[in-house]
């Protein structure tokens, strides 16, 4: 059997509840919001060791902040994940259940790797960082973290070269079910997406705390001016790495895919875009809001370089997401939907609430009674919501059988 047909064949025969289009800006925009979150919680790991290596008194002060962003951002990153994991499961089943499989191992223990990185994080936070006591947690969690986006990148990687998986799965013509070997990986790309998003990511974090607590009346100003001219520094030195690092990416990965010449021009002009973004706000204190605007629309950028690329790789073997297999399945569109909007109301609130209630100081912190409001009604859907989907499961069990 050709590669071509093993890819059409292996699609799901009841085929996408939606058009599969659809699914591919969802995986885009998710992706987005999972990579920040994760890379987020790498950088801040950095800064975490950073700061109390260092032990000065502002790198302490930061370094405490930091340890406990840590184990939020890897929360909200696992979560977030899940949205684009639903969308690749949807479009690119066979690609991506090949690499699991071939990838068994790691795949399997993947879960076990990120859950024991947040553990380290959160006790690193919980135990260690008033006193910087335990600092070997914060380096384990770390090094799980790294290693959970290295497997993320192996899984990815080998999802989008399905010429090779026979000879991966059976070299010399026996089988090697451990699925223990990282079969491909690209330098350039796990460089690009992992350590230097982080320096990136918390970089941004960085201009939006300064920011938002500069908005303060009892603000430590001189405290703030120094955070921000530190992720200014590490914005300009991660951007101009970041460029050398698209172009590697894009000279060999990108020149392998066919699609060479446009991923090395786009990210080599984005890290420098970046660059000069930083370089040309010389006081940064105020400018948070624009910072991540400006990230997350470079981050959309890179989604849309790593969907081009595996359109190109997939498209030489005939596989093509506007050619997948659909059946508009209402019930499921109206689930989704309803769930999406509900959801992000309530994410929208807490967001609202911590905004508002961070303010002032513990002790004054309010909310706006519109806020409240719209804190009622979402709760209030979220509680319907609830009793519907008990509702469908009861009549499920109870007259369906
Ligand atoms: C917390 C540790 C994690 C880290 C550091 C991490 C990092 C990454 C990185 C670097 C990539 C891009 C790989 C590449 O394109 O080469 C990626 C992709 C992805 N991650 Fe994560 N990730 C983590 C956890 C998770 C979890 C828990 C999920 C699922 C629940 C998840 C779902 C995904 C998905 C679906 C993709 C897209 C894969 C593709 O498009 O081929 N990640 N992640």
């Not at 689930?335 to 929208?348: D, K, L, Q």
Request: hydrophobic share 55%; with cysteine; charged share 15%.
């Amino acid at each position: 059997m050709e590669v071509d047909d093993a890819l059409r064949m292996m699609r799901d025969p009841l085929g996408a509840p939606f058009y599969p289009q659809v699914f591919q800006v969802l995986l885009v925009i998710t992706w987005v919001i999972h990579i920040f979150f994760v890379t987020l919680a790498v950088g801040a790991s950095v800064s975490t060791i950073w700061g109390f290596r260092r032990g000065g008194e502002y790198e302490l002060r930061l370094a405490r902040s930091t340890a406990r962003l840590t184990p939020s951002a890897v929360g909200l990153g696992i979560v977030t994940g899940i949205a684009p994991l639903l969308f690749l499961q949807t479009i690119y089943d066979p690609i991506w259940y090949a690499s699991n499989a071939l990838t068994g191992f790691w795949s399997v223990i993947f879960i076990l790797v990120v859950a024991s990185g947040y553990t380290c994080a959160y006790v690193f936070y919980l135990k260690g960082s008033p006193e910087g006591r335990l600092l070997w947690t914060s380096v384990a969690g770390l090094v799980l973290l790294l290693l959970a986006g290295w497997i993320m990148h192996v899984l990815a990687s080998v999802s989008i070269r399905p010429e090779q998986w026979r000879q991966w799965y059976a070299p010399d013509g026996v089988a090697d079910t451990r699925g223990i070997q990282f079969h491909a990986a690209n330098a350039g790309r796990v460089t690009f997406l992992l350590p230097l998003q982080g320096a990136l990511s918390v970089a941004i974090a960085g201009l939006v705390y300064t920011w938002y607590r500069s908005k303060r009346a009892d603000a430590d100003r001189e405290f703030l001016t120094w955070v921000a001219a530190r992720a200014r520094r590490v914005g300009i030195v991660a951007s101009l790495l970041y460029s050398a690092a698209g172009v590697w990416w894009g000279l060999t990965e990108g020149a392998e895919m066919k699609v060479g010449i446009e991923v090395t021009v786009t990210l080599g002009a984005l890290g420098l875009a970046l660059a000069a973004f930083f370089a040309l706000h010389r006081n940064p204190v105020a400018i948070g809001p624009r910072a991540i605007a400006a990230w997350f629309g470079s981050l959309a950028v890179v989604a849309v370089v790593r969907e081009v690329i595996r359109s190109s790789a997939l498209a030489e073997f005939g596989y093509r997401v506007a050619d997948y297999p659909f059946r508009v399945d209402w019930g499921s569109v109206a689930m989704f939907g309803v769930t999406s909007v509900v959801g992000v109301s309530i994410i929208v609130y807490l967001v609202l609430v911590l905004y508002q209630a961070g303010l002032r100081s513990a002790d004054q912190a309010t909310i706006s009674l519109r806020v409240d409001r719209f804190g009622r009604v979402a709760t209030g859907m979220l509680g319907a919501w609830f009793g519907f989907f008990l509702l469908v499961g009861l009549y499920a069990v109870l007259v369906l059988k």
